[in-house]
């Protein structure tokens, strides 16, 4: 059992033994930031040595602890843990916390492979460590507590129609995400809604995968089938829009097959369960039987096996929309 101590990206404060675990790129590098941020606030005179653990050689990283001259405070991040050189292994497992003073010495490993595992358990078997979780966020539910922790830590004022409006748009890249509250935080608007989210992005929005399969299923033909060609249009990709529309379908599917499914127990976002459901329950399970195996369909097609997928996404459209009949 780890004894290191969690602590969530946007809290975390400088301390002599930090762990970054998790391939997130967009968290691990705003804890980093936050980190240098922080030495640099307490002490200008703070001396930062960023490294690549698969660079790394015998007794650099001693060296780099070690007290200066003058006893500036110190930030060393060792980047790529999870490429780390035989030497950082063992170089990292002999530091004594206890003797770190004025230095933060911070390990970050993306997750992606084993390597360095010796390492990180002897981190993780430590009471001083802390560990911070960078985990990729997958689930609308986890993308959605992330903008609202965006807008809340910034004290601004948001509706959940505008959280949702911003996690269908730009859920699939966290950067983009976080890029795109930050331009709204910047408005001088008294509160976040889905007014100012579609007006600051809305061509990204309008012409999003979720946006066309919202109007599928709303029975809205025309609107989808506009919607999709304007994203064909302006280059989005057929793969992308398909993966959405296989979420989408198979939580309906979820819900329709389960009466007791909860969104807690599906991983959802409390108002997305909510619309799901709704829609879900107005369809037959031949319908959404249909419906997935034309996304598959149309996968396929996509990915090369006809000539033209468009055809068969439109077809896919259609179907949708009129609830999984031919």
């Not at 030495?39 to 703070?46: L, P």
């Not at 002897?122 to 802390?130: Q, T, W, Y």
Request: net charge negative; aromatic share 6%.
């Amino acid at each position: 059992m780890s004894k290191a101590k969690f602590v969530d990206w946007r809290k975390v404060k400088p301390s002599p033994l930090i762990l970054i675990f998790g391939s997130e790129e967009y968290l691990y590098s705003s804890t980093i930031r936050r980190l240098k941020d922080d030495v640099r606030a307490s002490d200008t005179n703070v001396e930062i040595y960023e490294i690549e653990a698969s660079d790394y050689v015998a007794g650099e990283l001693l060296n780099m602890i070690s007290p200066s001259l003058f006893s500036e405070p110190k930030l060393v991040v060792i980047a790529g843990v999870e490429r780390a050189t035989d030497a950082l292994i063992e170089d990292g497992k002999a530091i004594d916390v206890a003797d770190l003073t004025d230095v933060t010495l911070v390990f970050q490993h993306a997750g992606t492979s084993t390597r360095g595992k010796a390492l990180l358990d002897a981190i993780r078997g430590n009471e001083n460590a802390v560990e911070v979780a960078c985990a990729k966020l997958t689930k609308d539910n986890e993308k959605s507590a992330f903008v609202q922790s965006h807008f809340t830590e910034l004290n601004r004022k948001f509706s959940q129609s505008a959280v949702k409006a911003l996690v269908d748009a730009f859920g699939n890249n966290l950067l983009e995400l976080a890029a795109a509250c930050d331009q709204l935080i910047a408005d001088s608007a008294d509160q976040i809604d889905e007014e100012l989210v579609n007006r600051y992005f809305s061509g990204r929005v309008e012409a999003d995968a979720y946006k066309i399969l919202n109007a599928a299923l709303d029975g809205k033909t025309g609107d989808a089938l506009l919607l999709l060609r304007h994203a064909l249009q302006t280059g989005q990709d057929l793969i992308y829009m398909l993966g959405a529309f296989a979420r989408k379908i198979r939580e309906m599917c979820q819900i329709a097959g389960d009466p007791r499914a909860t969104a807690a127990s599906l991983g959802m976002h409390p108002f997305a369960f909510s619309q799901a459901k709704k829609v879900s329950s107005s369809w037959s399970d031949e319908g959404l039987a249909k419906a997935l195996q034309a996304i598959a369909d149309a996968d396929a097609a996509a990915k090369g096996s006809e000539r033209q997928p468009e055809y068969r996404m439109e077809q896919l459209v259609m179907l949708i929309s009129n609830r999984g009949r031919e």
